[in-house]
């Protein structure tokens, strides 16, 4: 079937192209009457106006620019796919642009969302100086944090209860008995780390363990760097009867370390992280994981864009704080006797 | 410290800024001595020009957009990491489009692609009926082709060796004694499914074996629908003692199904997919997998593309057909002895 035209459309509503633009363009008021019968005609035929010439005509582009750290870190992957399920049917499309955390590579990300290339961004992990982002603000651009939110830069955010989550998670640890830990923690500057980090601290304090400065290890990101901190704690004199990692990557990189020494989880450490993946239930043991709504944390943060942009004169809406969930599996145990 | 300026890089190169522009564009032919000059005062000051203002004056944006069919899914995640490691390295960001294989969503993207916001563009899984890609290429963007290529439109491609792959592997199952053996396989009009299909279908009739019609699953895609596949061909009064899958999240359905229906891999089912994943080593039992160099695949897209860039007027390129990697890890096994 031959693809429906705005005359076909016009046809159909018995009404000029040019109304049918007027319609579509939504910038000239119209009767409802008149809107409901275009939009009719719209539905019916399946009509897909032409974007680019939709976007000129509007000034917009219907994209939207979607800045995450790691393109190929699911977690990543999850948020760009609810965002995009949630333009699209929003009549939006995304773009993904990747950081790698590297400044410079951000800002170049930012440049190409600025110059107007896309209507609206949402920004995971930023690692960008605050200027950068103060200026994207200031042009008027709608924008949207997720995950996290650099702290001097103003905008609505879709966050997961971080600290809550992670203190659960590490009260769990402490019920099954074991009073010496250790976490895997991301760098020091990432918000979502620090307030994990947090969590941590406060569930042990709230039990009157201390927790041993050797047993913190900080900056670590990517499977290798969770591999090379989980054998750091592992190879001290005492290790920690269980070990918290900051995130899904992480915690690959400290199982594949405990693989790769011959120690056994649970029965030598307990293994929780933060972050599931699709795979974790087959893993041998299945590992216990707090599992972010990943997919819903871009719906959300599509929603708010959309919303922005139909309504450039709303009130800055609150941020969103979605509930993590936690997933006992096998990976955590009694710790085993001490000598 | 405040960001340098064009001003900032003349003053310190003893040049006009003009000059500095003249040489940054790199259309004009300048001395080498006065590119050094300039060349040394932009990184001394850390200069970053400003992309909208060169894309604008060089009639390029320094993108390169990226057509995927699920961002979500590990595969693509890891090829778009690949093509913006390498588009970085040549001063190209990459902006990523999912199509969810949909006809509708894939020609939003390009036409957004199309509307000069990038200047060449990476296709994966591209179902687009072949005139919008011709479109495109009329329009003298360049392009590459990722993992597979629609049979009639024209433009290099980065290949994995999908039929000989798909034939080595089963050629080892039936190594193991295997003689009644299934594949999952993607629908029937992606040219991988049918290069895999075929590799299944060689080997096994190398070997002198017939294959049940209802022991080939045609059309699935994604853990739900590898789920559904596998769930089919276990309930059979016979059930095969082997079982190819088609792609990765296939095969972690495949996994999950045997998991709920309590069949033993490798003891009463053999299982291996096409596609390796993080976590496949680490699974209960490690899953065996055809791995393809997904990574590598991006990278070598973004070359090809980067080279059309710099010598547009060169000739089209061949294709690049890589060589995936057969992990044999646990997941399959001598057939269970037949009563």
Do not use: W
């Not at 603000?137 to 995950?147: C, L, N, Q, R």
């Not at 990943?294 to 979605?322: C, F, H, S």
């Amino acid at each position: 079937m031959r693809q429906a035209s705005i005359r076909d459309v016009a046809k159909l509503a018995g009404v000029s192209t040019a109304t049918v633009a007027r319609v579509l363009r939504g910038t000239t008021p119209v009767s409802d009457a008149l809107r409901e019968r275009v939009e009719d005609a719209v539905a019916k035929l399946g009509y897909v106006p032409n974007a680019v010439a939709r976007s000129l005509s509007r000034g917009r582009t219907q994209l939207l620019g979607l800045l995450v750290a790691d393109i190929s870190n699911p977690f990543f992957g999850e948020v760009a796919r609810g965002l995009e399920d949630a333009a699209v049917a929003g009549g939006y499309q995304v773009l993904v642009g990747s950081s790698d955390l590297n400044p410079e590579r951000e800002r170049a990300v930012l440049a190409a969302f600025e110059s107007r290339t896309v209507d609206g961004v949402a920004l995971t992990s930023s690692t960008a100086d605050s200027s950068t982002l103060r200026k994207l603000t200031a042009s008027g651009m709608p924008m949207v944090f997720i995950d996290r939110r650099p702290a001097d830069v103003a905008g609505p955010a879709v966050l997961c209860d971080n600290e809550a989550a992670a203190r659960r998670a590490v009260q769990y640890l402490i019920g099954l008995g074991h009073t010496d830990l250790a976490m895997i923690s991301g760098p020091r500057t990432m918000a979502t780390a620090a307030q994990r980090l947090a969590g941590f601290r406060a569930a042990c304090a709230e039990a009157g363990l201390s927790i041993r400065p050797e047993c913190v290890r900080e900056g670590y990101l990517g499977i290798e760097g969770g591999s090379k901190a989980m054998r750091r704690v592992l190879e001290l004199d005492t290790p920690p009867t269980a070990v918290f990692s900051f995130n899904n990557l992480l915690g690959v990189g400290a199982l594949s370390a405990t693989r790769e020494m011959g120690v056994e989880v649970p029965g030598e450490v307990s293994l929780l992280t933060f972050d599931d993946m699709t795979l974790f239930p087959f893993v041998d043991p299945p590992v216990t994981a707090i599992a972010q709504p990943a997919y819903q944390m871009g719906t959300e943060a599509a929603r708010l864009l959309l919303d922005a942009l139909a309504n450039p004169a709303a009130e800055q809406p609150k941020d969103i704080v979605l509930p993590s969930d936690f997933r006992i599996r096998s990976s955590c145990a009694a710790p085993p006797p001490r000598p």
